[in-house]
């Protein structure tokens, strides 16, 4: 089985990052060959700083690592490296209504936030769509913001395949049961992000474990004192009890029963230090080997050699079929 996913270096990543998408990356690696890529050319649709791209490139690296990909055994690669990405994308347009991409949510959200909204921001989704298709992927891993760009890509493979005979597998995303959707602190009704938000509404990868206990201690709760989750009428403990599950891979149940008629305030502690507890080792992990930037370029170049060669047989098929005259 291929797995593939993809994470943009943009942004301190987040708990929501880990929820959605490294933890999953790293349990998805033991079910067959994977392939996690940081979409660096997706980065460039908004408004960015060159000198950050760079630096955040390595630190997402260095943090894939951290929380347990193995470079033995997953492929862990930047987008930029594997040209056939890009060639993908223009390919994969000719197949891609524009309609369709005009309803992408992330294009109208983030599109209402930028000065310059730029071309590139609205084809992303198709780019997307390429990086997936060119390993013959079979799941995705992803968080719930990606279910519409999963769709369309599964919408463009299917219409490739109709109209140049079979070439893609046809994908299927794979979301976590409890943690899809990790809410911002402060204002639990909207996704905690990257790019929106305030800093006290969202626990960073690296924040040290007082700014962790204290963005617990005041996250917006709800009133009652049950520990009880219910996302519709009670979104702030709902989401901290998401937040237990990933920090300690209980169920909801379990959460609910361990804090039952406990209030929130010793619930919040608990989840405070259960989060303190995931992020330190990941963070000495971390450290170690961001400090090695020549150790990170060795393991980039082994991915790209390595995605490279496994992509590069679909690019040339997609070439093949829709008539290109060959070399
Ligand atoms: P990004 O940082 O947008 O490249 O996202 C990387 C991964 O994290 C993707 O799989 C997203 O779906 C996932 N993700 C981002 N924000 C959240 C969130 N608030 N909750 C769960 N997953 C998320
Ligand atoms: N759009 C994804 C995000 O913002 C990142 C991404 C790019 C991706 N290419 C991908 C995710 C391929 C999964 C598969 O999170």
Redesign the pocket.
């Known amino acids: 089985m291929r797995i593939f996913?993809?994470?943009?270096p943009?942004?301190d990543?987040?708990i929501?990052?880990y929820?959605?998408?490294?933890r999953?990356y790293a349990r998805t690696q033991e079910q067959g060959e994977a392939f996690f890529c940081i979409?660096d050319l997706?980065a460039i649709t908004v408004d960015y700083d060159p000198s950050e791209l760079r630096e955040n490139t390595l630190d997402i690296a260095a943090m894939l690592f951290a929380t347990g990909l193995d470079p033995e055994r997953s492929t862990v690669f930047v987008q930029s490296h594997v040209a056939a990405h890009a060639e993908a994308a223009w390919l994969l347009g000719a197949m891609t209504p524009y309609g369709q991409l005009g309803r992408m949510t992330q294009f109208k959200e983030k599109g209402a936030l930028q000065t310059l909204v730029s071309s590139a921001l609205f084809t992303y989704p198709v780019l997307m769509a390429g990086d997936i298709l060119l390993y013959q992927t079979d799941i995705v891993?992803?968080?719930?913001?990606?279910r519409q760009h999963l769709e369309l890509c599964r919408d463009i493979a299917t219409r490739f395949n109709a109209r140049f005979g079979e070439t893609f597998t046809v994908p299927e995303g794979v979301y976590?049961e409890a943690?899809?959707?990790?809410?911002d602190l402060q204002e639990p009704t909207k996704?905690?992000?990257?790019s929106f938000g305030t800093e006290q509404g969202k626990v960073l990868m690296l924040d040290d474990p007082d700014a962790i206990r204290r963005k617990i201690k005041r996250a917006v709760a709800d009133s009652g004192r049950d520990v009880r989750h219910d996302p519709e009428s009670k979104p702030g403990i709902s989401n901290l009890i998401e937040l237990m599950t990933v920090a300690t891979d209980d169920t909801i149940e379990q959460v609910e029963a361990r804090f039952d008629g406990h209030g929130y305030g010793t619930f919040k502690e608990a989840v405070g230090e259960s989060l303190v507890e995931l992020l330190a080792p990941i963070q000495a992990r971390y450290r170690k080997l961001r400090s090695d930037p020549a150790e990170l370029a060795r393991l980039l170049a082994l991915g790209a050699e390595k995605a490279r060669e496994s992509s590069a047989p679909t690019l040339s098929a997609m070439y093949e079929r829709m008539g290109f005259a060959t070399l």
């Open positions: 996913s993809g994470i943009q943009t942004g990543p987040h929501g990052n929820s959605g998408g490294f999953q979409v997706h891993p992803i968080g719930d913001d990606q976590p943690g899809a959707r990790i809410m996704k905690m992000s990257k």
